[in-house]
């Protein structure tokens, strides 16, 4: 199988976007800021979004939005996404937004269920993301391992996973890994976000080991610390301030370090966890005898240029593993990920500038 370095694989979903108001948010009990599945008291969550405000519809799922942002700074036929949908208009939709953006998707369609959706609440720069998996929770191994999609897995050289999938087909993410460590090709995963460690930590725990690269941002890191009863709050007075966490007490390298340190199948290569925070530093750690440690500040937005943050780390994903694909150092993987999100924010969700950008290095 030529080309299609990368496979993704994630939940395909159909983002409904609005901008709400802490009314809405209030009548369904949501935060501000947060990304959670969907229970009986969100269920006309998404009839309010479409029938009482004006919403915007987009491709989504977080691998998803991933893969549109790496084939947006690839040539073409560089991604191919695998994930299950509903044979509905909705799903035709998600479709055919990706086959636009140039990824070849290769979905398991679900006839018996209806295309995922997420309701995103946007109010200033934050979002509350409630997702109902729909179709994209019904994603079956036997779909992976069927010849066809197969073929896909053995001709790509990267692969990234979404946290979120960890709710969905464990054995499907266990046989890429497996695939991954064998031949010596590159295994990534996403945390997602908080309450996958903090719920899915058995999930988790069986597909670490086999990620050379863990993407995730600092409250996700948090909670991994949290449920896995790591000690690693800073010393008092001292406190690291951050976008999202404005009193955080916990030590984010030290967090990456331990992360970065856990056993790993793929011995060929140490693992490298990368841990962003807002507008603050990116800190990423290189495992080893002797962990490597760097900080990379991030490219500055002027605040009136930014239209919506949602899908930021998405796109940081994106960029970062377009950088993988091309085969750049380290440094300049974080920076395409910098990039690519720098240009997410100006966008109403998680979309990427029609007017093509090519990526450059920060001076």
Known sequence: MS???????????????????????????????????????????????????????????????????????????????????????????????????????????????????????????????????????????????????????????????????LTVCVPAILALGEHAAETNKVFSMNLSAPFIPQFFKDQLDSVIPYCDYLIGNESEAIAYAESHNLDVSLPTPAIVTTTNSPTQSKDITAIAKAIAALPKKNTSRPRTVVITQGTEPTIVVVGGAEPIVASYPVRPVSSKDIVDTNGAGDAFAGGFLAALVQGNELKTAVDMGHWLASWGIRELGPAYPAEKKLYSEST
């Not at 959670?36 to 309010?48: N, S, T």
């Not at 029938?51 to 915007?56: F, G, Q, R």
């Not at 690839?74 to 695998?82: D, E, G, H």
């Open 3 to 165: 080309g299609y370095p990368l496979l993704c694989l994630g939940n395909p979903l159909l983002d409904i976007q609005a901008n709400g108001d802490k009314a809405l948010l209030n009548k369904y009990e949501l935060k501000s800021n947060d990304a959670i599945l969907a229970d009986e008291k969100h269920r006309f969550l998404y009839d309010d979004l479409t029938t009482k405000y004006h919403p915007k519809y987009l491709a989504g799922g977080a691998a998803q939005n991933s893969a549109r942002g790496a084939q947006y700074a690839l040539p073409p036929k560089s991604v191919v996404y695998v994930g299950c949908i509903g044979k509905d208009a909705f799903g035709e939709q998600v479709n055919d937004a990706c086959v636009k953006e140039g990824v070849l998707t290769k979905y398991r369609i679900d006839e018996d269920q209806l295309t995922g959706r997420c309701g995103v609440i946007i109010t200033g720069l934050d979002r509350s993301m409630v997702t109902d998996l729909g179709a994209a929770n019904h994603y079956k191994l036997e779909h992976l391992k069927s010849p066809e999609i197969w073929a896909y897995v053995e001709g790509a050289k990267i692969f990234y996973v979404g946290g979120f999938h």
